[in-house]
């Protein structure tokens, strides 16, 4: 039998209650062939209150040494005060994508997407502005801002790393290939940035225009300033579908935004990669994590009624990216549209089921 080693990091706020649900979900996939052996660990708030940071060492080992990983939310009021950046909560997901050089976050929406099956009636949009509307944000996930090194005193900022760059680190910037990769003719790929105004995006732009050109030259590439990208969500945002390049800033923001569409961030799941299965340029064996594009959503968590169907698709992207399950993907995520379409669903899109009831109805379509 083949077991898959599973690292599962439930983490703060919602996260362990939309764990349990997508725990379950993966549960149904195992057969005297297949087994999943789950290891569960601490991470962010939860992690720092027992060892006094927010990733260990051991849990960053046992991610390099796990086949993929879950993971659901950090962050929460209890610790905002204390410590911010890589020593918060947040950095202990910031930690993990940099010990696994996962750089490449996919962060798909799509309104005829399983994620999506909800989008006619739940969007705050009028569906003839959102049908159709299909793209998948790459994000970089191990650079820019986020990771900027501290260079002068007077930076925005109380710890220093706002606003910088790592421009001289080419490697920050491989999700450009990965970009290209996924793009489909005829999809473009768009590529956010504020060159008019950053040096840091001006360089962004030229490893842009230089990687496509040379590796990617059938793939119709597209600049556009990271501002006005924004309205262009808000307004036509069939005219973005496509790949939607972004560093870390700008694709956090507009990957967020994009929850707008389907009226919810609870159903947006991302896989963060550190290249395709098959990529040549590959160093290390593939890795992945897999996370919702929303946070811990404190205010809600405990009252089973968080939305788990993001964290239940990101079993889908695992099986798809990590696990090479293609078929078993599709199934959840059709599991999802079925029981989404039936009314089963959490208040964020205005149904009346909790947490665990959605789950179970997934686990029942299954
Ligand atoms: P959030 O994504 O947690 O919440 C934004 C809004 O979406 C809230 O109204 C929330 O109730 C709602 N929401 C989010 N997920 C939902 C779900 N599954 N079901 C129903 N509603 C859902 O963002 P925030 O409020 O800005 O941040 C809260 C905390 O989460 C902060 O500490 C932040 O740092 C952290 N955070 C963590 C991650 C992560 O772990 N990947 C991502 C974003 C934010
Ligand atoms: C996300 C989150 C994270 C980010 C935080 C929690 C570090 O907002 O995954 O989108 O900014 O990358
Ligand atoms: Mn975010």
Known sequence: AKTFNILVLPGDGIGPE????????????????????????????????????????????????SDAVLFAAVGGPK????????????????????????????????STSPSASITKEFSPFKHEVIEGVDFVVVRENCGGAYFGRKVEEATYGDDG?????????????????????AAQ??????????A????????????VDKTMAAEYPQ???????????????????????????????????????????????????????????????LKTRPYGLYEPTHGSAPTIAGQNIANPVAMILCVALMFRYSLSME???????????KVLDSGIRTSDLGGKAGTKEVGDAIVSAL
């Open 18 to 65: 939309i764990m349990a649900e997508a725990v379950k979900v993966l549960k149904v996939f195992e057969t005297p062939e297949r087994k999943f052996e789950l290891r569960q660990e601490l991470i962010g708030g939860c992690s720092i209150d027992a060892h006094g940071k927010p990733v260990t060492e051991e849990v960053k080992q046992a991610a390099l040494d």
């Open 79 to 110: 610790w905002d005060n204390q410590r911010r950046g890589l020593d918060g909560p947040e950095g202990g997901l910031l930690q993990i994508r940099k010990a696994m050089d996962i750089y490449a976050n996919l962060r798909p929406c799509c």
């Open 161 to 181: 790393r706002m606003g910088l760059f790592r421009s001289r680190d080419p490697t920050s910037y491989t999700s450009i290939r990965r970009s290209g990769t």
């Open 185 to 194: 003719p005829p999809w473009p790929v768009i590529s956010l940035d504020k």
């Open 196 to 207: 008019n105004v950053l040096a840091s995006s001006r360089l962004w732009r030229r490893v």
């Open 219 to 281: 793939v119709k590439l597209v600049h556009q300033l990271a501002d006005s990208a924004s309205l262009i969500l808000a307004t036509n945002p069939r005219s973005l579908n496509g790949v939607i390049l972004a560093d870390n800033t700008f694709g956090d923001m507009i990957s967020d935004q994009a929850g707008s569409i389907v009226g919810t961030l609870g159903v947006l799941p991302s896989a963060s990669l550190n290249g395709l299965p098959g990529d040549k340029t």
């Open 327 to 337: 078929d078993e993907a599709q199934r959840v995520e059709d599991a999802v549209r």
